[in-house]
T-cell receptor, first 113, second 111 residues
């Protein structure tokens, strides 16, 4: 069966420090991968998505970047965090083609101080 | 760009009451529609989905949703809620492989 792993679960980082959040999927190949940010009382905002290795589409220009170095690995990064980067980050995957919903990871609560 | 609107931010019901959560979307083309649920302390998970065919779709735990194309709506319903349905519910619209989510509706069911 397919599983998705996202870590760390919580992270407190100072302003100006770098960020690296990792997401991996097991049990499938060539998944579509997504990073979302969920703000309290708001919906999920799509940040990045990827349909294959090295292919990244950015939805919202901001202080973050994403990379997909391997088929089932998706990384969210920042060189210098801002206070406004605080939030709850969710990784998700879905099968390529067909009509499938997302499977979400457990999320990372990032607090920038 | 497509958008999704969930009209109720917080709904409070007593057990056995009927539930209907509204969801409207803006995109006029072919879309896939979803409802996700997030129980306290748990992951977001898929509740039900619509792609084509019968506009009334049934999901897990007795939930159903009706796609009304003319109204751009995909409302979620349950005839009789339980305390365990307390959760946050998100409507989502997918087009070209990307999903746009509503702001979510928090449902509190009082025992």
């Amino acid at each position: 069966s397919q599983t998705i792993h996202q870590w760390p679960a919580t992270l407190v980082q100072p302003v100006g420090s770098p960020l690296s959040l990792e997401c991996t999927v097991e049990g499938t190949s060539n998944p579509n991968l997504y990073w979302y940010r969920q703000a309290a009382g708001r919906g999920l905002q799509l940040l990045f998505y990827s349909v294959g290795i090295g292919q990244i589409s950015s939805e919202v220009p901001q202080n973050l970047s994403a990379s997909r170095p391997q088929d089932r690995q998706f990384i969210l990064s920042s060189k210098k965090l801002l206070l406004s980067d605080s939030g709850f980050y969710l990784c998700a995957w879905r099968q390529t083609g067909g009509n499938y919903g997302y499977t979400f990871g457990s999320g990372t609560r990032l607090t920038v101080v | 760009a497509q958008s999704v609107s969930q009209h109720n931010h917080h709904v409070i019901l007593s057990e056995a009451a009927s539930l209907e959560l509204g969801c409207n979307y803006s995109y006029g083309g072919t879309v896939n529609l979803f409802w996700y649920v997030q129980y306290p302390g748990q992951h977001l998970q898929l509740l039900l989905k619509y792609f084509s065919g019968d506009p009334l779709v049934k999901g897990i735990k007795g939930f159903e949703a009706e796609f009304i194309k003319s109204k751009f709506s995909f409302n979620l319903r349950k005839p009789s809620v339980q305390w365990s349905d307390t959760a946050e519910y998100f409507c989502a619209v997918t087009n070209a492989g990307k999903s746009t989510f509503g702001d979510g509706t928090t449902l509190t069911v009082k025992p």
